[in-house]
């Protein structure tokens, strides 16, 4: 990536500040209403050079405020009271490696400025921060992955700036990476619902409107000259992530993306709540800071930047109760509080960045990444905010702050969960690389309005009654659902969650993983193998759950999976909108519904006419009904994509109140069989608009069109490949698609590996692998199995990563895919002794014979 510097330069406005407050401003590197940040002399203090370029500055922080000299405060944090920004001097701008302690990462690709719409010319700069994967650094003390892989090697990046205002405004974007901006149409603004108006000052500058509300708006800024594409490259079970169009498109979305969080400034009620004016308060001044010496009651971090070091974070003492980050303030490190408070709080609008440390820092090695023989860090790797909850009733109040580069989870309480509740609001998370970057949990009677997540894990995570959640929008790394209510046995109720836009994912898993998707109950995160099915509570409930206006801006991987461990009733999803689906294949796009069963084999209870309630579910305009016909449009191979296990029937309903957005048509094509290599297969295919079919192949084939339909071509090596037929709709039709998958056989190899996970091997797959007879086209094994009831499954990895088929009963017969859960094949040796045991990979046929 490349860096241009901006020719363009801000307006400069003359300020009238008296000298007292000047210095009270620039003394501690405040920050201020800034235009021009050099447009106001630094105070001794901080003097050295200051140029009057925006793109030449020195010096700790540099204020300008249009705030009169009566608003200045000891405290050194004045804030205009119609529209504050801030900037810092001590920058770099560095898209490759890791900055300096004492300074801040600029981004090279964006400048922002901010005007009132009363005063449209007085234009203020807002600093543009910049996040890069693992900061710069490669995997230090680890080689394994860790979720940053795909980031780094696509050279992907995320810029940020913030302001606070009281009235609409002007927000001025300069792009810097040397394209042109031609028209309007080349630039979208995400979540698109906001309509917000645009106009072009010139082919590198916009300008945008943006309105004011108390709620404020989070939103990311797209050029056409920034998108890309990401892929499943089709490798192995799930496939990796991939820049090479060979594979399956994932989503498309800005390679170095610009957000503008624009966050309500303080009214007098509002900053008595949360700004500290009064008490036991510590300053602490800029540079390192001595974590071990923050011992007030309140810590207070003026405008400026700070850093613990790589090996240190803040374990607050017992009477620090409320950490203070200014806006301005930039803060590298974390904070631990202790349990004896009954109130605490995080607030401000400045930035908590964990760039300094390392991917799972583990306390318990020296901050350094978890050692290899851990298999987790759960209790001991750096959390950027942790908190310890006692037996009494405790609040948490979060507000304002930015939390930039997460090394592990953002956020975590650990003692009594049910007695711990937190309001939040106005929170962003940025730079979340890595894997195991979550959202929030959210504890009993906790709410949390206006937020940004971006997030490589579970984003919303509801494990506890009573909560509330509303206007969030989320940017989804490859890792976890956006919503998660699963992973264990649970007991909760009145969770409401609504207003949620999805504006980009990066979810690809081309295998049914059972913890993906939009919304997502997943199964115990123990489970496996023999005990996938065995982990069940039916003592407990997870009932009146409403989750409603989500909307799924671009391509996705599927709607909703729900592996329940607790009796279901009352899930409500009202107002679900998917965009489109992305192009994987339809198996890996199903909404799945497979209720768990305890110990004794006993399935929890989904409440007939009162389970899974969804309402006006619309995939590309078209709203989703469940009818009596499984070939309608709510079907896994339609545009529905929903596979709800058949058994729970009665357990869910999908109906709609709204009307369709466009006309709903299908493709019917003629059927598809499995190819040998080289051979042809004529295909036919009709849309149900009569309107022209485009098609694509992807993997081990060739397409080419015909008059009525297309000619498959089978390539001279095995594999599979995928066919997609897509209609892109008009004005009055809904676009639609069809894909089908296709396995090309080469009589002399079989489809990849195969291994036996069996009763009698501790379900241990890497124990039993098969070989294949390219004769007979099956994978086969020969064994010793004792005498007694015995189980199996088939599957295509040796540790239970991929696919896998089961669900049959006897020596002989047919197996289903079974992949994220499902009953083995059970059967029964009535003598010991040595057998054989086939697998057709292709018709999933079996036999277990004795020899």
């Not at 709540?273 to 308060?281: A, F, Q, Y």
């Not at 016909?629 to 029937?649: C, E, H, M, P």
């Not at 990979?841 to 004795?850: H, R, V």
Request: glycine share 6%; net charge negative; proline share 4%.
């Amino acid at each position: 990536m490349k860096f241009l510097a901006s020719n363009r330069q801000s307006s400069l406005f003359a300020l009238s500040v008296s000298l007292v407050a000047l210095f009270n401003l620039t003394a501690c590197g405040g920050s201020g209403g800034s235009t021009n940040p050099s447009s106001v002399a630094p105070s001794s203090a901080a003097l050295s050079s200051v140029s009057s370029a925006t793109n030449n500055v020195s010096s700790s922080l540099v204020i300008a405020s249009s705030s009169s000299a009566a608003q200045a405060s000891s405290d050194a944090n004045v804030i205009a009271a119609d529209l504050h920004t801030w900037w810092h001097d001590e920058y770099e701008i560095n898209d490759s490696s890791a900055v300096a302690d004492n300074k801040v990462r600029r981004s090279g690709l964006y400048d922002v400025r901010v005007a009132t719409v009363a005063a449209p010319t007085a234009l203020k700069n807002a600093f543009v921060y910049m996040s890069i994967p693992r900061s710069g650094r490669s995997k230090a003390g680890y080689t394994h992955a860790d979720g940053a892989e795909f980031a780094d090697i696509a050279n992907l990046s995320m810029s940020w700036s913030s302001f606070l205002y009281t009235g609409d405004v002007w927000v001025e974007v300069d792009l810097k990476d040397g394209a042109s901006i031609n028209n309007l149409d080349e630039i979208i603004i995400r979540p698109t619902s906001l309509n917000f108006e645009k106009q072009l000052v010139d082919n590198n500058t916009l300008r945008i409107k943006v309105p004011y509300r108390a709620e404020g708006y989070r939103f990311s800024v797209e050029f056409e000259s920034q998108q890309f594409t990401s892929y499943n490259d089709r490798s192995g079970d799930t496939g990796n992530l991939s820049l090479n169009d060979s594979g399956y498109a994932i989503h498309r979305e800005p390679k170095n993306a610009l957000l503008i969080f624009a966050q309500p400034n303080y009214t007098a009620e509002t900053r008595a709540e949360l700004v500290p004016e009064s008490g036991n308060i510590q300053y602490p001044a800029q540079g390192l800071v001595d974590a071990a010496s923050l011992n007030a009651d309140i810590i207070y971090f003026k405008p400026g930047i700070y850093h613990m070091g790589a090996n240190k974070h803040a374990f607050l003492p017992n009477n620090t109760r409320w950490i203070y980050l200014a806006p301005g303030a930039y803060v590298k490190g974390s904070f631990q509080f202790r349990n004896a408070q009954e109130n605490y709080k995080v607030t401000g609008y400045g930035v908590l960045s964990g760039e300094q440390y390392v991917y799972e820092a583990d306390i318990n090695n020296n901050y350094q990444h978890r050692l290899d023989s851990s298999n987790n860090c759960h209790e001991t790797c750096v959390k950027m905010l942790r908190f310890e909850s006692a037996s009494r009733q405790q609040q948490l109040r979060v507000q304002g702050i930015t939390i930039n580069e997460p090394p592990y989870h953002s956020f975590v309480v650990y003692g009594n969960e049910d007695t711990f509740a937190m309001k939040v609001s106005e929170y962003q998370q940025v730079g979340s690389w890595f894997w195991q970057t979550d959202g929030l949990e959210f504890y009993t009677g906790s709410e949390f309005n206006n937020g940004f997540f971006h997030a490589n894990d579970d984003v919303l995570k509801f494990y506890h009654s009573n909560v509330a959640v509303d206007n969030v929008v989320v940017w989804k790394n490859e890792n976890g659902p956006v919503i998660q209510f699963g992973w264990w046995p649970r007991h909760m109720s009145n969770i409401t969650a609504k207003n949620i836009d999805v504006i980009h994912n990066r979810m690809y898993w081309k295998d049914q993983k059972h913890n993906t998707c939009v919304i997502n109950s997943a199964n115990n995160w123990i489970a496996s193998g023999d005990t996938w099915d065995k982990t069940a509570d039916l003592s407990k409930y997870v009932r009146n759950l409403m989750f409603e206006n989500i909307r799924v801006e671009g391509m996705v991987n599927c709607a909703m999976r729900f592996y329940p461990l607790s009796n279901f009733e009352g899930i409500n999803i009202h107002n679900l909108d998917i965009e489109r689906w992305n192009e994987l294949p339809n198996y890996s796009q199903y909404s799945l519904l497979q209720a768990m069963g305890n110990s004794a084999g006993t399935k929890v209870n989904i409440t007939p006419g009162n389970g899974i309630n969804i309402v006006n579910y619309t995939v590309a305009g078209q709203p989703i009904i469940k009818t009596a016909n499984s070939s309608d449009n709510w079907s896994k191979d339609n545009i529905g994509r929903i596979d709800f296990d058949a058994t729970l029937n009665t357990s869910w309903s999908a109906v709609a109140t709204i009307d369709a957005a466009c006309t709903g048509q299908t493709i019917t094509t003629s059927e598809f069989t499995d190819l040998t290599i080289n051979q042809t297969l004529d295909i036919t295919a009709t849309s149900s608009a009569a309107l022209p079919l485009e098609y694509a192949i992807s993997g081990a084939a060739s397409i080419a069109p015909t008059a009525t339909g297309a000619t498959i071509t089978a390539a001279a090596t095995g594999g599979e490949a995928i066919v997609r037929i897509t209609q892109a709709g008009d004005s009055e039709f809904c676009p639609s698609s069809f894909s089908a998958v296709i396995n090309v056989i080469d009589p002399t190899m079989g489809p990849g590996n195969h291994w036996i996970g069996a009763s009698w091997k501790a379900w241990s797959p890497s124990q039993l692998p098969m070989s294949w007879n390219a004769q007979d086209s099956v994978y086969e094994l020969t064994t010793d199995i004792p005498a007694g009831e015995q189980q199996l499954k088939f599957t295509n990895t040796d540790n239970w990563s991929g696919d896998d088929w089961g669900s049959a009963t006897g020596l002989s017969g047919t197996a289903s895919l079974t992949t994220g859960g499902g009953d083995n094949v059970s059967f029964t040796i009535t003598t010991a002794g040595n057998y054989l045991i086939r697998f057709d990979p292709y018709n999933f046929t079996y036999s277990i014979t004795p020899l």
